[in-house]
């Protein structure tokens, strides 16, 4: 299995920074792409950002020109640096990660436990 832990989460006031971490564990064969995803109280989860493992990115509309993803393949990490944070940027933040656990395993889509940031004055 791969475990994947999130961390770097908190309160932070509007236009302010946060980089969150997510580094993954446990048997790991290969990492492809990873991610980022939010959910809000009463909203369904959304995408932020994704990274292919050569460093291609996509960006969701809300948070081009804010956020920026970026990856460490040789720690198994990946990172959200967050910037100009908005009060509509608070959520649970949860790290994806699309991998194989060994050689025979199955390509699967792996999750963390979220970290919850929120923007309040």
């Known amino acids: 299995q791969v475990h994947l832990v999130e961390s770097g989460g908190g309160l932070v006031q509007p236009g302010g920074s946060l980089r969150l971490s997510c580094a993954a564990s446990?048997?790991?064969?290969?990492?492809?792409?990873m991610g980022w995803y939010r959910q809000a109280p009463g909203k369904q989860r959304e995408l932020v950002a994704r990274i292919t493992r050569g460093g291609s990115t996509n960006y969701a509309d809300s948070v081009k020109g804010r956020f920026t993803i970026s990856r460490d393949n040789a720690k198994n990490t990946v990172y959200l640096q967050m910037n100009s944070l908005k009060p509509e940027d608070t959520a649970v933040y949860y790290c994806?990660?699309?991998?194989?656990?060994?050689?025979?395993?199955?390509?699967?889509?792996?999750w963390g436990q979220g970290t919850q940031v929120t923007v309040s004055s």
């Open positions: 446990g048997n790991i064969f290969r990492i492809y792409d």
């Open positions: 994806e990660s699309d991998a194989k656990a060994t050689i025979m395993s199955p390509q699967q889509d792996y």
